[in-house]
């Protein structure tokens, strides 16, 4: 075999040929359309993890285990949540369902839930027992209530994007919120993702509001609930951005928002991740507790998670939608 004269690599042509000697257009397209599919294949399998791992919550799982096992400092002051175990799985409440929120008055030492659907509050014992329900009229989709002190409590109402101040009389059966003292967020009304929870911050003199997503964020309320009365209110309303960055990744949606006041820590709870996150002030996670089978004693997942508060005792308490209830203590506590 005589090699081309004008020693091209690809040419093994025994006569001078006076034509080039590329590689043929058929094989390069041959070859490009092997790497084209290749590419597609690889695609589709990284969608496939994607999928996978988004409806298996392996980011959520990442984070828990990152947040439960790594070193935290002995005097950082946290409430330990590795080490919560469910006291009360699941517990159904009769007769209610689309319940959403808690709040907790340490003065009747009760829960309160609210029902969006049906404009009811519902007051329940820290065993998950009825002892009322309450109508309101004047609101249109409750998904939060806030104590704040003596009979005072806010409603929000998802709606219209408002916070409602309310008297809820130690015997009342019946509210009307339509006449009461309010403000109106500026959240958007593009879909049913405005807040969904809020919880009063006594220390701070501040009310804590949670968006579920799109964007999710936490903001702060003040001077609206506590203003002198016949004095006009010096309100200020703001984001929490130093929130907002550390859950951005690490949270699916915001479900509802506790702060326990002695630590000054800002607890959350997403409903898609199943999640509690535990933050210190300086956003920082200190802790996660996981809402899934088998993990912190849990029979099954907790199916929709919207509400939780802290008792006067550290228990943790979440509600469920519709109508599930749970309890969580600390396991080196007794008692």
């Keep these: 075999m005589i090699r081309c004269p004008y020693h091209c690599i ?16 058929s094989v390069k397209d041959f070859n490009i359309t092997i790497f084209r599919n290749k590419l597609r294949w690889a695609f589709v399998v990284i969608g496939m993890i994607g999928i996978t791992a988004y409806y298996f919550k392996l980011d959520a799982l990442v984070w828990y285990f990152w947040h439960s096992y790594k070193t935290i400092t002995p005097d950082s ?40 659907k049906e404009s009811l509050i519902i007051e329940l014992d820290t ?19 806030a104590y704040i002190k003596d009979n005072r409590y806010v409603i929000a109402d998802e709606g219209d994007n408002r916070l409602i101040e309310v008297v809820i009389d130690d015997n009342a059966a019946h509210i009307d919120a339509t006449n009461a003292p309010r403000i109106r967020l500026g959240i958007n009304h593009a879909s049913n993702k405005d807040f969904e929870g809020v919880h009063w911050d006594e220390a701070e003199n501040r009310l804590l509001v949670v968006k579920e997503s799109n964007p999710k964020f936490v903001m702060s309320v003040k001077g609206f609930f506590n203003a002198p009365p016949g004095q006009p209110a010096d309100i200020e309303i ?10 951005r990744w690490s949270m699916r949606d915001l479900s509802s928002v506790t702060y326990y006041a002695p630590m000054k820590h800002l607890l959350l ?21 996981a809402l899934w089978k088998g993990f912190h004693g849990l029979s099954q997942d907790v199916p929709q998670a919207e509400g939780i508060e802290i008792g006067s005792d550290k228990r943790i308490y979440v509600i469920s939608e519709p109508n599930l209830f749970y309890v969580f203590n600390h396991k080196a506590v007794k008692h």
């Design 127 to 145: 065993k998950g027992t009825v002892i009322r329900k309450i109508d309101v009229t004047g609101v249109s989709d409750m998904e939060g209530i």
């Design 10 to 25: 690809n040419c093994h042509i025994p006569t001078k040929h006076n034509y080039s000697c590329a590689i043929p257009e």
């Design 269 to 289: 709870l997403s409903d898609q991740s199943r999640m509690i996150k535990e933050y210190n002030e300086n956003s920082e996670a200190v802790g996660a507790l």
């Design 238 to 247: 703001k984001r929490l951005y130093h929130f907002e960055d550390s859950v």
């Design 77 to 116: 002051g946290h409430l330990d949540l590795k080490n919560y175990q469910v006291e009360i799985d699941a517990l159904p409440i009769p007769d209610i369902k689309n319940a959403s929120a808690l709040t907790y008055n340490p003065n009747r030492n009760s829960l309160f839930t609210v029902l969006n």
